[in-house]
């Protein structure tokens, strides 16, 4: 999708079309960034909902956004940061949204049983990273976004985005090793 031309028919001809397309195209991957951070799916949705607002509301101005998938994002982690310190709810995990999906096997119920506890582990561990750590890893790992894009959003150097991203990756690892060691 070509997102430029989106932000010129609703910064120029104000075309509904447009937007609509832009906020189902960027809506469903903002709020699953806004719930890593607010863990209430209703919060993430109205702070989403409240980004793509102002992307309409900002007419012309709009056409000054380089990158309006890292502007979208980083509007919204910091509203959700600004949601939490209004709110002071720091302490509701949800680990079911952030398990990876990629490490079960579904052949037999044993493989079930033993994937399910990887995938427990495996959560376990991404929930135990430092949340700037865990954020890269998701980042870049499940929202495909490059390191630049990432430092963009969390305002941070590659370098960092580097150095959390093989923290993350080491101790996922470790989890992994765990894992293997305990089959044998």
């Known amino acids: 999708m070509d997102t430029t031309l989106l932000q010129e028919q609703i910064a120029i001809f104000r075309n509904e079309g447009a937007y609509k397309r832009l906020f189902l195209y960027f809506y469903k991957g903002l709020v699953r960034f806004a719930d890593t951070y607010v863990r209430q799916n209703e919060v993430a ?6 980004a793509m607002l102002k992307v309409w509301t900002m007419k012309e101005s709009l056409l000054g956004i380089r990158n ?3 502007y979208l994002f980083t509007a ?5 940061i600004n949601y939490l310190v209004k709110n002071r709810n ?22 079930e049983a033993i994937g399910r506890e990887l995938k427990h582990d495996f959560a376990k561990a991404v929930r135990q990273l430092p949340p700037k ?8 790992r499940e929202d495909s976004f490059s390191y630049k894009e990432v430092a963009a959003i969390m305002d941070i150097s590659e370098n960092t985005v580097d150095r ?3 923290i993350a990756m080491r101790r996922l690892a470790d989890v992994l090793k765990t894992y293997r060691r305990n089959l044998r």
């Not at 949705?45 to 409240?50: A, G, M, Q, T």
């Not at 919204?76 to 959700?80: G, M, S, T």
């Open 164 to 166: 959390h991203l093989n």
């Open 133 to 140: 750590c865990q954020m890269v890893y998701k980042l870049v």
């Open 68 to 70: 309006l998938k890292v």
């Open 45 to 50: 949705e109205e702070i989403v909902s409240d």
């Open 76 to 80: 919204v982690r910091n509203a959700a």
């Open 90 to 111: 720091y302490t509701t995990w949800d680990i079911d949204n952030i398990a990876p999906e990629t490490f079960i096997s579904h052949i037999t119920p044993e493989d």
